[in-house]
């Protein structure tokens, strides 16, 4: 499978913003960790801090690879334009929250995002991105 991997505002920080909450990797360091537990796949990464990039990202997706992994930060809680993409496009989307979003404040509680989903994984820090590409392939 070629699985594109979508990180969303303020995640190109992790290892320094709020550690107690995120962690102290980045996500950078962590992305060779998820390569060596699915070299059968080929996984490629794109952040951007920007709503209408990641639009754009998510349209091209569509035929270029069989599934998306996007974790959409704080947008999870905003955007109908990125859940309304997710729903356009044909390919299978997995949305990740490090942090248990449903147990945070109560503007995080709900993702129209993930609504737009094949599944939400939240809280399960970075190895949440594992068990969504688990998760992508039994799709």
């Not at 060596?36 to 998510?58: A, M, R, T, V, W």
């Not at 929250?97 to 094949?118: G, L, M, N, Q, W």
Request: aromatic share 8%; proline share 5%.
């Amino acid at each position: 499978m070629k699985i594109l991997i979508l990180n969303g505002p303020n995640l190109n920080l992790l290892g320094k913003r709020e550690p107690e909450i995120y962690g102290s990797v980045s996500f950078e360091a962590y992305l060779p960790k998820i390569r060596e537990c699915f070299p059968q796949h080929k996984l490629s990464y794109f952040q951007s801090n920007h709503e209408g990039i990641l639009i754009d990202k998510l349209q091209e997706a569509d035929g270029q690879y069989d599934a998306v992994v996007i974790n959409p930060g704080a947008y999870a809680h905003t955007s109908i334009a990125l859940a309304d993409c997710i729903r356009a496009i044909n390919i299978p989307v997995v949305e990740v929250h490090i942090s248990d979003i449903s147990k945070r404040e109560p503007y995080r509680r709900h993702s129209f995002t993930a609504e737009a989903c094949v599944q939400c994984i939240s809280g399960m820090g970075l190895k949440g991105y594992v068990k969504a590409i688990e998760v992508l392939q039994k799709n």
